[in-house]
């Protein structure tokens, strides 16, 4: 046991996941073996769970299965086609004003879509999610805090989601009265994601010091504009980009802190749809709903009302 508690964090997270891999109901029913092994488990390896930790970000291969995402997609589509409502600026542009016409969107973002449509709730990603941020954070409570649908229409150039970090968006510990933030953040592939059609890009390890850049609004001085933040990435300063292209069926995983975003989309035929689950702690997710904090983009309390210390404003010239 002593050694144990000496042990460094990395090494006692993977010895807690070998436990819990062999304890819970993530269990392998046969010899030891990785990726998805049954309906509802998908078992990470060593190498996975240390490249999230040190990277802040990683990809998962053949999460879902290509019947799984055809299910997934029907409901997804129905959102897109605004066959299922979803009121107020919970369907937007994220790359727009809130005012953009609906014809000129280029992302098309809905925000929560199983409080929108509760029959969603449960699906196969919500269940293999689950068992996995539960052996990324084994130590911990991990539960669903929010869900989000996104598209980047076919031959958007400008369907770029700006530099940022999740918790410019979120409120922080100040404001929430917890230190702890562990967040995984879940982007499962429902199409091939690549570089032309605008995949994921991050900087590689931003996140480690678990410090929050200056953010400030990407489309106009304030939130009454878009909900879009945005900051710098300089490589000249050290900031080491790198790409993270997703098969369709395939996720990936990032942290809270860190600097990602995403080009344009320049595929003339194709487009790129992402659905997102986020997990953080239980304490975390009821301090955020104490506060009136649910991540829709209806709420009151949003990164224009947050307390917390951090800097969300224009820059003035």
Same mark, same amino acid.
């Given at each position: ?37 049954s309906p509802d488990e998908y078992i990470l390896t060593r190498e996975q769970i240390r490249a999230f930790h ?20 029907q409901t997804f589509d129905k959102f897109l086609n605004r066959e299922i409502h979803v009121p107020g600026k ?82 922080? #510990?100040? &404001?929430?009265?917890?230190? %702890? ?6 982007? /499962? !592939?429902?199409?091939?994601? *690549? ?18 850049? #200056?953010? &400030?609004?990407?489309?106009? %001085? ?6 879009? /933040? !945005?900051?710098?990435?300089? *490589? ?82």
């Amino acid at each position: 046991m002593t050694r144990a508690c000496n042990a460094s964090p990395l090494k006692l997270t993977l010895t807690l996941v070998a436990l819990f891999v062999n304890q819970s109901t993530c269990t392998p029913k046969y010899t030891p073996h990785f990726g998805r092994i049954s309906p509802d488990e998908y078992i990470l390896t060593r190498e996975q769970i240390r490249a999230f930790h040190r990277e802040g970000c990683t990809t998962l291969p053949n999460v879902l299965t290509e019947e799984e995402v055809c299910e997934i997609e029907q409901t997804f589509d129905k959102f897109l086609n605004r066959e299922i409502h979803v009121p107020g600026k919970d369907f937007c542009d994220m790359s727009k004003p809130f005012n953009t016409p609906f014809d000129q969107w280029s992302i098309v973002n809905c925000m929560l879509p199983t409080k929108y449509h509760p029959p969603f709730a449960n699906n196969v990603y919500e269940r293999l999610t689950r068992c996995i941020s539960r052996q990324l954070f084994p130590t911990k409570e991990m539960m669903k805090d929010y869900d989000q649908l996104l598209n980047k229409r076919p031959g958007k150039g400008d369907a770029v989601f700006a530099w940022h970090q999740d918790m410019g968006y979120w409120p922080g #510990p100040k &404001e929430l009265g917890v230190k %702890d933030t562990s967040t995984v953040t879940f982007s /499962l !592939a429902v199409d091939n994601s *690549e570089e032309v059609n605008g995949c994921l890009r991050y900087v590689a390890g931003s996140g480690r010091e678990k410090k929050l850049r #200056p953010h &400030e609004p990407a489309l106009g %001085d304030s939130r009454d504009d878009g909900h879009a /933040l !945005a900051i710098k990435v300089d *490589e000249k300063k050290g900031d080491v980009v790198k790409l993270a292209p997703c098969p369709r069926g395939s996720v990936t995983i990032h942290d809270e802190y860190i600097v990602h975003g995403s080009s344009g989309n320049s595929s003339k035929e194709r487009q790129r749809r992402t659905y997102v689950v986020a997990y953080r702690t239980r304490q975390t997710v009821e301090a955020e709903r104490r506060i009136g904090f649910t991540h829709s983009h209806n709420d009151q309390v949003n990164w224009d009302t947050f307390q917390d210390g951090e800097c969300r404003e224009k820059k003035t010239e």
